[in-house]
């Protein structure tokens, strides 16, 4: 027998739709293309900027918060390119 009570204290759901799990594919699949290439030509920016595009999609719970942190992340490694690092 199962009561209402079953959830843990505290515990989070996380409500996943199809648009979050297609939005974490394509900036997923982005951050994996780029630590590929951050690994290959020894690029410390892209190597990292790759990282944090795989894993923080598990953290946002929002499709459009997720565009915009990708975004940004990838504005800041254009901006680490121009600037020689």
């Known amino acids: 027998m199962t009561s209402g009570h079953d959830r843990r204290c505290g515990a989070r759901t996380l409500a996943v739709t199809g648009n979050s799990l297609l939005?974490?594919?394509l900036v997923g699949s982005i951050g994996?293309?780029?630590?590929?290439y951050g690994k290959r030509q020894r690029r410390a920016p892209?190597?990292?900027?790759g990282v944090v595009l795989m894993v923080f999609p598990y953290l946002v719970p929002g499709v459009a918060l997720m565009f915009v942190i990708a975004a940004a992340l990838?504005?800041?490694l254009w901006l680490l390119s121009y600037l020689g690092l």
Do not use: W
Request: glycine share 14%; net charge neutral; no cysteine.
């Open 32 to 36: 994996m293309g780029l630590f590929v």
């Open 23 to 25: 939005a974490s594919l």
């Open 74 to 76: 990838i504005g800041l």
């Open 46 to 49: 892209h190597l990292a900027i």
